[in-house]
């Protein structure tokens, strides 16, 4: 049976979608942009929005009683390839070895015009209660 994961921690759902659902082992994470989820905007600046992506997919992940190296996949939309090693250089600071695998691709255009959307794929060994 699916379950859906919400925190208060990370953006409200801009739609109807969940921030993640949980089913077995598995969790999917809905795409995170960069939404400061205490004011509902979205912040500025390049390593800014970096920034704010990983820590909402975090509280995500904490929600589901997981942690980002609980991810095991990650597809990244960018509006510009230019920001790649921007994004290569803060994923270090949130992930370690072994690493996510990863898609990058890029987009005409993201929600609310971000630089940035992430999602992933969280699997653990055992299933778990979230």
Known sequence: MKKKIN???????????SQAI????????????PIDPKTSELVVG???QIEQVFKNLR?????????????????IFLQDLAIFSSVNEIMKEYF???YPARSTIEVAKLPL??????????VKEDSYSY
Request: proline residues 4%.
């Open 7 to 17: 925190t208060l921690k990370a953006p409200k759902a801009l739609g109807t979608y």
């Open 96 to 98: 370690k070895e072994p």
């Open 113 to 122: 015009n971000s630089l940035i959307e992430v999602e992933g794929i969280i």
């Open 22 to 33: 949980g089913i077995a082992n598995t969790v999917y994470l809905s795409g995170q942009i």
């Open 59 to 75: 509280s995500v992940c904490e929600a589901a009683n997981a942690s980002l190296d609980d991810i095991v996949k990650l597809n």
């Open 46 to 48: 390049k390593e800014e």
